[in-house]
């Protein structure tokens, strides 16, 4: 139960009419009454996530990890838009992109990602980062 005392932050990545359609409107309001931070990032279902909004939520999240804290992510099914989350994060943590999908396929007993362009866009956001000279925990130039 320790590890459930450290969770900060819950991010949803489902679009404005799937929580609603889903059951899950109330989310916010309940993840805010358990005390944790609710963070809305919406990516269409089998899509890619919009590199100006999410970066900087990534380099927030990546922070708030290097701190201790825990990070749950949902999105509809959790093989495509929240495993593109848990991607990038874990490639921030210097994971190489094909090793960070593994881990997450054998963690979550399902291959992912669900999409080829997710599974580009992490390995873009990597190499865009290391041309551009960015710290990939932060997005910062170097």
């Given at each position: 139960?320790?590890?459930?005392?450290?969770?900060?932050?819950?991010?949803?990545?489902?679009?404005?009419?799937?929580?609603?359609?889903?059951?899950?409107?109330?989310?916010?309001?309940?993840?805010?009454?358990?005390?944790?931070?609710?963070?809305?990032?919406?990516?269409?279902?089998?899509?890619?996530?919009?590199?100006a909004?999410?970066?900087?939520?990534?380099?927030?999240?990546?922070?708030?990890?290097?701190?201790?804290?825990?990070?749950?992510?949902?999105?509809r099914?959790?093989?495509?838009?929240?495993?593109?989350l848990?991607?990038?994060?874990?490639?921030?943590?210097?994971?190489?992109?094909?090793?960070?999908?593994?881990?997450?396929?054998?963690?979550?007993?399902?291959?992912?990602?669900?999409?080829?362009?997710?599974?580009?866009?992490?390995?873009?956001?990597?190499?865009?980062g290391?041309r551009?000279?960015?710290?990939?925990?932060?997005?910062?130039?170097?």
């Open positions: 139960m320790a590890g459930l005392r450290a969770l900060a932050v819950v991010v949803c990545l489902l679009t404005a009419a799937e929580p609603c359609e889903l059951g899950l409107d109330g989310g916010r309001d309940a993840a805010r009454r358990a005390g944790l931070d609710f963070v809305w990032l919406p990516v269409a279902d089998r899509g890619v996530a919009d590199a909004a999410f970066l900087p939520v990534l380099g927030d999240l990546v922070h708030r990890l290097d701190r201790g804290h825990h990070v749950v992510a949902h999105c099914f959790r093989i495509g838009r929240a495993s593109l848990a991607a990038a994060l874990l490639t921030a943590h210097g994971c190489d992109p094909d090793r960070a999908w593994k881990l997450i396929s054998a963690a979550g007993g399902h291959r992912v990602p669900d999409t080829d362009d997710q599974r580009n866009w992490i390995r873009q956001y990597v190499l865009i290391r551009e000279g960015r710290d990939p925990r932060s997005g910062a130039r170097s």
